[in-house]
C-alpha cells in the first residue's frame, strides 16, 4: 500500500526556518519524481518544488533561494528545508508523487504558520 | 508570469452534465501540457482524477473524463452525484521545470 505521511510543520516566526518531511512507503523516493506543494487557509494550491530521479530540482519564482527540496534514500523520505520563512509562506504543505506527468499519490499535509 | 484559469464556480443539477475548463496565459493549451485535474473536499488532500489530458487513475468514477476544448483542457462530468460537490484543481506542465495549478473551481450540486 502506497503512503505519504508529512511531519515537521508547526508554527515558526518570520525569518526562521523549518525542515518538513514527507515519509513514503509502497515505493521508491529515489526512483521517482517528488513535488511539494502548498495550500494557504482557504486559498488554492501553489506547486513548490520538484526534485527529478537523478537529482536535478526546481522552484517557481516565489520559493526559488529560499526553500530547498532533498531525500534520503536509507530513509525513503522526500525533504523540503524553508528558510527565510515569511507570513505568506503560511499553508498546508503536501508531497506529491509525479508518475509519468500523473500526480497520482498524496500525502494529507504538515501545517506551516509562520507568525510572530 | 504564467497565469492557469479555471471558471471560480459553477452550479448543477444532480444527474446533470457539467463542463470545468483549464486555460493558460501563454497560450492553447495542448497534451504537451499533460493536464491533470484533482478534487478536493473541505479538510482533504487533493484526489486525482485525470492525468495527461484524457487518463483516468484506476479510482477515477466513469462518469468524469478528461478533453481539449477550444484551447483549453476540460473536465467533464456526466451523471453528477451530490457527493461531487467539491473544488476541482487543474494543473498544467510547462516543460519539465515548472508546474502551475489553476485557481480552482467550486462545484455546487444543487
Known amino acids: 500500500e502506497v503512503q505519504l505521511v508529512e511531519s515537521g510543520g508547526g508554527l515558526i516566526q518570520p525569518g526562521g526556518s523549518l525542515r518538513l518531511s514527507c515519509a513514503v512507503s509502497?515505493?521508491?523516493?529515489?526512483?521517482?519524481?517528488m513535488n511539494w506543494v502548498r495550500q494557504a487557509p482557504g486559498k488554492g494550491l501553489e506547486w513548490v518544488s520538484v526534485i527529478y530521479s537523478e537529482g536535478r530540482t526546481y522552484y517557481p519564482d516565489s520559493v526559488k533561494g529560499r526553500f530547498t527540496i532533498s531525500r534520503d534514500t536509507s530513509k525513503n523520505t522526500l525533504y523540503l528545508q524553508m528558510d527565510g520563512l515569511r507570513a505568506d509562506d503560511t499553508a498546508i504543505y503536501y508531497c506529491?508523487?509525479?508518475?509519468?506527468?500523473?500526480?497520482?499519490?498524496w500525502g494529507q499535509g504538515t501545517l506551516v504558520t509562520v507568525s510572530s | 508570469q504564467t497565469v492557469v484559469t479555471q471558471e471560480p464556480s459553477l452550479t448543477v443539477s444532480p444527474g446533470g452534465t457539467v463542463t470545468l475548463t483549464c486555460a493558460s496565459n501563454t497560450g492553447a493549451v495542448t497534451s504537451d501540457y499533460h493536464p491533470n485535474w484533482f478534487q478536493q473536499k473541505p479538510g482533504q488532500a487533493p484526489r486525482a482524477l485525470i492525468y495527461?489530458?484524457?487518463n483516468k487513475h484506476s479510482w477515477t468514477p466513469a462518469r468524469f473524463s478528461g478533453s481539449l476544448l477550444g484551447g483549453k483542457a476540460a473536465l467533464t462530468l456526466s451523471g453528477v452525484q451530490p457527493e461531487d460537490e467539491a473544488e476541482y484543481y487543474c494543473l498544467l506542465f510547462y516543460g519539465g521545470t515548472q508546474r502551475v495549478f489553476g485557481g480552482g473551481t467550486k462545484l455546487t450540486v444543487l
Open positions: 506529491a508523487r509525479d508518475s509519468q506527468w500523473s500526480y497520482d499519490y
Open positions: 495527461s489530458t484524457t
Open positions: 509502497g515505493f521508491t523516493v529515489s526512483s521517482n519524481v
